[in-house]
């Protein structure tokens, strides 16, 4: 069935780690546009001083929640708070995550298991609870914020991906159900590349480099962009950046090259020179107040523009498979390359 979204100004929306990276770039470019927001996140502190900056800047009318989207009671207030102050729910927006960075071999099973609460299990709760309270009053538009990791493993945040393949694999089928009864939702799976967040910085790290994100790096208000547009135009997957788009296609055709690619790159890539801080903090666990409220990091040459995703978000299926093809013979010709 074909599903109406309302307009950005005219919609309730929920979002979960609301007060850094992604999620905050995200709720301040709603904010701008007029929605009513529902802002979740671990630091209460944090989320306090954002509603309070959005209502004196755009006059949002907001509410917070301090969750914790691991904890499945945690997740049904930020529900419950949804309902009782707007009456429903028109886009929810499942975004918190955090990465650890290591080999898999040396990562506690305690960690491995931790990240899996956040970014697989967040996301399963926050969609259950967003159907379960969407599908009878009107419906709306879910969106899981994924990675190009969804699409292909990659060496130093083995679970980080893991856990991106497995939100792929749970949206994808939470949208078939949800197709076959004709729920009047949309289900979008947004997969960005690396983006200049507060990412690396958050992440555990077992390296005994300080860590960072392999280039090309976007900036994070497009991957709030495309979120806002899947917020009101049905969109099924939408990458944000050329390179994820590049990777994901060169994983799924040319398997054995791309894998030559990753392991030629991808270990000192995500490494910094400098050695690790042995007084380094991470948010794995609990949140680090005193870098919230911080959309960057300041990645030297962050993209701050992706034609990719501009054009793939709004133009009709002919250019989109047509952009999707010149992805994927750079990805050759990248193939190509490595195997001299």
């Known amino acids: ?98 990465s650890i960075y290591g080999r898999l071999e040396d990562v506690s099973p305690e960690d491995h298991h931790r990240l899996f609460q956040t970014n697989f299990w967040g996301v399963v709760n926050g969609s259950l609870e ?48 949800l197709e076959k009864e004709e729920a009047p939702m ?45 917020a009101q135009y049905p969109k099924r997957d939408v990458f944000v950046g050329g390179a994820a788009k590049m990777n994901s296609s060169g994983s799924r055709l040319m398997p054995r090259a791309f894998d030559k690619f990753v392991k030629a790159t991808m270990f000192a890539n995500q490494k910094q020179e400098r050695s690790t801080d042995p007084s380094r903090r991470d948010a794995l666990y609990k949140p680090d107040h005193t870098r919230e409220l911080r959309e960057r990091q300041g990645i030297y040459q962050t993209h701050e523009r992706s034609p990719y995703t501009s054009a793939s978000l709004r133009s009709g299926p002919v250019t989109t498979a047509l952009l999707g093809g010149g992805a994927l013979l750079a990805a050759f010709a990248l193939s190509r390359r490595l195997a001299r």
Request: charged share 25%.
């Open 130 to 177: 967003a159907v379960k309270r969407m599908k009878q009053r009107g419906g709306g538009a879910l969106i899981n914020v994924g990675s190009e990791l969804s699409d292909h493993g990659i060496p130093l945040q083995g679970m980080y991906a893991a856990s991106k393949h497995a939100v792929k694999g749970f949206t994808d089928s939470l949208r078939l159900e």
């Open 186 to 230: 949309s289900v979008t799976l947004v997969k960005p590349s690396g983006i200049d967040t507060m990412f690396a910085v958050h992440a555990k790290n077992y390296m005994d480099k300080e860590p960072k994100l392999p280039s090309p790096v976007y900036a994070p208000e497009l991957v709030a962009d495309a979120i806002l547009y899947a």
């Open 1 to 98: 069935m074909s599903v109406k979204l309302r307009k950005i100004n005219e919609q309730v929306m929920v979002i979960t780690g609301a007060t850094s990276g992604i999620g905050l770039s995200t709720a301040r470019m709603a904010a701008r546009e007029g929605a009513a927001l529902v802002l979740a996140a671990r630091a209460d502190d944090a989320l306090d001083e954002l509603a309070s900056e959005l209502k004196r800047a755009y006059g949002t009318d907001v509410i917070t929640v301090t969750a914790d989207v691991g904890k499945i009671d945690d997740v049904e207030r930020i529900g419950d708070a949804a309902i009782d102050r707007f009456g429903r729910i028109d886009t929810w927006v499942n975004n918190a995550g955090i």
